[in-house]
């Protein structure tokens, strides 16, 4: 965890250095370059009570995820994921706020712009890139908490990824994305192609009751994402995001897992899918044969999922 010591705003990429190697600093951007730390920074936004990330743009053809820039606010405490022992400077230049906003939010900044910005981009944007927000949202006692800052999409420049940010300081719930089959929880996440724009999705809820996942900026998807379907691996109910929100009840300290994907069928898909699981957790319900028996099922459910071969398993299993 780092924080502006100053008493005033500083820029992240202008006035913030990392030295690996004695005498020799590096910008975020090259830090990240070089293995030394991620080039970005989250933040926790209490009045959205979810974490933020920055620097990031939303040209998904850019050359990294840092090309805007945000400006770290005084006293507050920001994480950045270091690889090796670094020492962090942080330098007294006093920035004017991009706008009233940043001053009165907290504690979080705020993007901002280079002049050029759209234009900058806009030269190597590619009409087969694109990108959604995830999002998910539940409750905490009577506080409304979510998750907002999770990204998926196809560039066709090659895949990237930034990795998921922290967990909640006061619980609620939390989403992360991986590709499919693969091990990692990101925050971003995008294909190289259309091809293979699948991807893993946890969401996690601290307290029991409803969550949301939702799904921005489809209507700006090119032509050819005709679905985008997400399914709950411990129902098996499929969503076509695109066009509705996928609402589903958590238990306390629940992780569901669930696949996404833009590129026309689920993994594994078919035109039915068995209910025994489902079935099983419905009757001790219905029954009323105890929590133990679903509590049972429950971690039998997330031991299979947690892992790659078990989703491999569920996979099959659906088809």
């Not at 930034?162 to 990101?186: E, H, I, M, N």
């Amino acid at each position: 965890m780092i924080s502006n010591p100053f008493a005033f705003f500083i820029d992240w990429d202008s006035d913030v250095r990392f030295e690996y190697t004695t005498g020799d600093t590096k910008t975020p951007s090259q830090a990240q370059t070089d293995s030394i730390a991620d080039g970005i920074a989250f933040w926790y936004d209490v009045a959205n009570t979810t974490f933020r990330w920055g620097p990031r743009v939303t040209a998904v053809s850019s050359g990294s995820a840092t090309g805007a820039s945000i400006q770290l606010k005084h006293f507050v405490g920001y994480y950045v994921y270091g690889h090796k022992t670094a020492t962090m400077y942080f330098y007294p230049n006093p920035r004017t706020p991009s706008s009233p906003t940043v001053v009165a939010q907290t504690p979080a900044p705020r993007y901002f712009s280079w002049p050029n910005f759209a234009s900058y981009f806009a030269a190597g944007e590619n009409s087969t890139d694109w990108e959604i927000q995830l999002t998910s949202s539940g409750t905490n006692g009577s506080q409304s908490v979510g998750d907002i800052d999770n990204y998926v999409g196809v560039r066709s420049a090659g895949s990237l990824t930034v990795r998921a940010a922290p967990a909640t300081p006061d619980g609620g719930v939390s989403l992360s994305v991986a590709p499919f089959g693969q091990a990692g929880t990101y925050a971003l996440h995008y294909a190289a192609s259309l091809s293979s724009a699948t991807w893993d999705v946890s969401s996690y809820s601290s307290a029991g009751g409803n969550v949301t996942i939702s799904a921005s900026g489809v209507s700006s998807l090119p032509s050819s994402v005709s679905s985008l379907l997400l399914q709950d691996l411990s129902t098996g109910t499929v969503t076509e995001l695109k066009t509705s929100s996928y609402t589903y009840a958590s238990s306390a300290a629940e992780t569901r897992k669930f696949y996404l994907s833009a590129a026309g069928s689920l993994p594994g898909s078919s035109s039915s899918a068995k209910v025994i699981y489902p079935s099983m957790c419905l009757i001790t319900r219905t029954l009323s044969l105890g929590s133990l028996p679903t509590q049972l099922l429950r971690s039998f459910r997330d031991a299979l999922l947690n892992t790659s071969f078990g989703r491999a398993l569920v996979s099959v299993y659906y088809r």
